[in-house]
């Protein structure tokens, strides 16, 4: 008889980058090991199910590139997608460009939060405070 073995395929993204972003959330103090390997799986998963769809959009429209319109499209067509992720993306390139503020003229963020940016970039970085 043939022995059946075991393959373990490696993740796509770095585990300890989403175990930093996991450990943001403030009430998750330790993190399984078997968690964060389905965690970061489901999350691979779930960006090739939206380049799927977002790829079979911009094929209908006949574009060779994927657009965040192309994108936008894909998440309305899938339901629970579109229950919580819509609202997240950025507005179509239909709607007119804004010119963006400057520091001095841009609210700030809303008690509680900070800005996202910081966390991923490398050294010493400056958090925005309220």
């Known amino acids: 008889?043939?022995?059946?073995?075991?393959?373990?395929?490696?993740?796509?993204f770095p585990i300890t980058r989403v175990k930093k972003i996991m450990k943001v959330d403030k009430d998750i103090n330790k993190i399984?090991?078997?968690?964060?390997?389905?965690v970061t799986y489901s999350t691979e998963?779930?960006?090739r199910f939206l380049a799927d769809k977002s790829s079979l959009v911009a094929a209908e429209k006949r574009r060779k590139t994927v657009t965040l319109d192309h994108l936008r499209i894909a998440v309305k067509r899938?339901?629970?997608t579109r229950d919580f992720l819509l609202d997240s993306l950025p507005l179509?390139?239909?709607?007119?460009?804004?010119?963006?503020?400057?520091a001095s003229e841009k609210k700030p963020p809303p008690a509680g939060t900070r800005r996202i940016d910081a966390f991923f970039s490398k050294g010493k970085?400056?958090?925005?405070?309220p």
Do not use: C, G, I
């Open 1 to 12: 008889m043939a022995e059946e073995e075991e393959t373990t395929t490696r993740p796509e």
């Open 45 to 47: 998963l779930f960006l």
């Open 78 to 80: 899938h339901q629970p």
């Open 92 to 102: 179509p390139s239909s709607q007119p460009v804004r010119v963006t503020k400057t």
């Open 32 to 38: 399984n090991s078997e968690a964060l390997h389905l």
């Open 125 to 129: 970085a400056k958090v925005d405070s």
